[in-house]
């Protein structure tokens, strides 16, 4: 049974949280939903995300095989956004969604590269503590 520590739940509704805010900026920041104060702020918000995304790389307390799936999965998921942005936003370009995915991948990208680069770091110091 895995022990759930305070650190791990914080982290969890944190990257939660950027999840959120990733996906609402995505829709928010594009013709299908336009926000204009997500479109004045999005260099801010963007920033927080990154923030959020250090943040939950810090917090998260994470060893062995668990940071192994972790920054596999990180990595799947900064791969599939950054080509998402290019091959599914040119796509979906015909149907007014091009915008909104290359947007909301964006966003993604925001939040999920700091916080598995993060751990990566985090990995390799802790590897070389033999």
């Given amino acids: 049974m895995p022990i759930h520590s305070i650190e791990n739940s914080w982290s969890a509704w944190t990257f939660l949280a950027g999840v959120i805010l ?7 920041t594009t013709s299908i939903l336009p926000l204009q104060q997500l479109k004045d702020y999005s260099a801010e918000i963007y920033g927080i995300l990154v923030i959020l995304g250090i943040l939950v790389g810090y917090f998260t307390q994470i060893t062995g095989r668990e940071s192994q799936t972790f920054l596999i999965a990180g990595t799947i998921i900064v791969i599939a956004s950054r080509f998402g942005m290019e091959s599914i936003a040119g796509s979906l ?7 909104t995915v290359s947007s909301t991948f964006g966003a993604l990208l925001a939040l999920f590269v700091p916080a598995t680069i993060v751990v990566a770091l985090k990995t390799v110091f802790y590897a070389s503590k033999v």
Avoid: K, P
């Fill in 93 to 99: 370009i015909g149907i007014g969604l091009g915008d």
């Fill in 22 to 28: 990733a996906i609402i900026i995505g829709v928010g």
